[in-house]
């Protein structure tokens, strides 16, 4: 059984530690809110005085943060972690981040002596509970061979998108179609109501033909057709308008560096701007169906 130092006991980070507990492993971790540190020690993880303390005997450190400059701030530079870990410490970034964050990760992993992947995940809070996690992984080959076992762990489905970044590449691009395709989802049953064709008519509809998707099919953004999902329950989360807006803006920064026309990508970006600026930042992103039916009444 290996020592694992997890950094990031939070609402993901949190459930991820404990179940590598749950899989015999010795975990030790550290956050900076007492609150996760004594829910993640109820779960059986070690509490680290720092972050440091927690890498220093580790063999591998998984860092669940929340945005790209907490992960290179945490890791790089003479304080940091790849500093404080054993050369040929195995570094496990699944924190949603920049690509370009995530290449810096990678790098200052490879000039200290350590091995690295990015493998930010989808699945949710609810994913990260039950182990079911998706995890989209970036680094070498020997590099996602180390990972793997841990990460099979706490997800269900692991795969190797590619090098270094490439697991936030896939990660954001996902996210991209999703954020687009639940507002069109969203437009669709909107048009329906004003059109007199009912909400079950249109799901019978639309998810067996060639509007099906994700959506529409497992994340019905109307109460009724799919009874799982957060229209349901006045759109609790699920995943939050907040989630979606920050990797949406991920996306956007990662077409302008790289040179990609992602029109949509970009509307998409604007219209759930406009959607949290009003208050719905904590409500689930499938919501925005809401918003655009005000919107709709307006005109
Ligand atoms: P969270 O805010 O609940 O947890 C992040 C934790 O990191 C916090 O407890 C914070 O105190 C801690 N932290 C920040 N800087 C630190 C440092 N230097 N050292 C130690 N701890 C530090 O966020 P979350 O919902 O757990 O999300 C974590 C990451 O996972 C984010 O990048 C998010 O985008 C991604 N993600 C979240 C979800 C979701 O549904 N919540 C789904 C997929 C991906």
Redesign the pocket.
């Given at each position: 059984m290996a020592t694992i130092a997890f950094?990031?006991?939070?609402?993901?980070?949190g459930p991820m530690a404990a179940n590598l507990v749950k899989a015999g492993h010795t975990v030790t971790g550290?956050?900076?809110?007492p609150a996760?540190l004594e829910a993640a020690k109820a779960k059986g993880v070690a509490i680290a005085d720092s972050?440091k303390a927690a890498v220093a005997s580790a063999d591998a450190v998984v860092t669940?943060?929340?945005?790209g400059k907490?992960v290179v701030?945490?890791t790089t530079g003479a304080d940091g972690l790849f500093a404080a870990a054993k050369p040929g410490t195995l570094f496990i970034d699944?924190?949603?981040?920049d690509v370009a964050s995530a290449r810096a990760f990678h790098e200052a992993a490879k000039a200290a002596g350590h091995a690295s992947v990015d493998a930010?995940?989808?699945?949710?809070?609810g994913g990260a509970e039950a182990g079911t996690l998706t995890f989209m992984v970036g680094g070498t080959d020997e590099a996602f061979a180390a990972a793997k076992p841990i990460l099979e762990l706490m997800g269900k489905k692991i795969v190797h998108c590619g090098g270094a970044g490439a697991g936030q590449a896939a990660k954001i691009c996902n996210n991209m179609i999703l954020g687009i395709s639940m507002i069109a989802a969203s437009e669709a049953f909107v048009l329906a109501e004003k059109l007199g064709l009912s909400h079950q008519a249109l799901f019978d509809v639309a998810s067996t033909s060639s509007g099906q998707c994700w959506s529409i099919n497992t994340y019905c953004p109307v109460p009724g057709p799919v009874p799982t999902s957060p229209a349901n329950r006045n759109y609790v989360p699920g995943?939050?308008a907040a989630?979606m807006l920050?990797?949406l803006k991920l996306s956007q920064e990662a077409a302008e560096t790289a040179g990609a026309a992602t029109a949509l990508g970009a509307a998409a970006t604007a219209l759930y701007t406009a959607f949290a600026a009003e208050g719905n930042e904590g409500k689930d992103f499938s919501g925005i169906i809401e918003w655009i039916r005000t919107r709709a009444d307006e005109t």
């Open positions: 950094i990031g006991l939070g609402n993901m980070g550290f956050d900076l809110v996760a972050a669940m943060l929340p945005s907490h701030g945490a699944s924190s949603t981040i930010p995940v989808s699945g949710g809070v995943f939050a989630l920050k990797d």
